[in-house]
């Protein structure tokens, strides 16, 4: 089973730019599909930004194309979420999340995902 440890959260002014890194042990990324999600306080965790397994596919949140970036390093066996343009709406705990098998239907759903991060919470001041 992979394990998966975020990183890279913090306070930000809006405008701002972070980039979070979601680190892996126990098995090698390229075998997973990779999922960010977000939980602000009082509402639902929902989805923020997917990659699959050879990164040849990237699937985004409308409401955060453009400003979101994800990417992964199998080498380095980390996925990254680059955040900018950052907004106080933004402000929430980041997760990362992983399955081996997911399909398209449903790679925004966070009960297709089977490993969860401890989550990093990111917090945008106006």
């Known amino acids: 089973q ?3 440890v975020e990183s890279g959260g913090g306070l930000v002014q809006a405008g701002g730019s972070l980039r ?3 680190a892996a042990s126990g098995r090698t990324l390229s075998r997973y599909i990779m999922g960010w999600f977000r939980q602000a306080p009082g509402k639902e965790r929902e989805f923020v930004a997917a990659i699959n397994r050879s990164s040849g596919n990237t699937y985004y949140a409308d409401s ?3 400003r979101f970036t994800i990417s992964k390093d199998n080498a ?3 996925v990254y979420l680059q955040l900018n343009s950052l907004k106080p709406e933004d402000t929430a705990v980041y997760y990362c999340a992983a399955d081996r098998f997911i399909s398209r239907s449903s790679i925004t759903r966070e009960s297709a995902y089977d490993v969860w991060g401890q989550g990093t919470q990111v ?3 106006s």
């Open 64 to 66: 955060m194309k453009g």
């Open 2 to 4: 992979v394990q998966l």
């Open 20 to 22: 979070l890194s979601c």
């Open 123 to 125: 917090t945008v001041a």
């Open 76 to 78: 380095k066996n980390t």
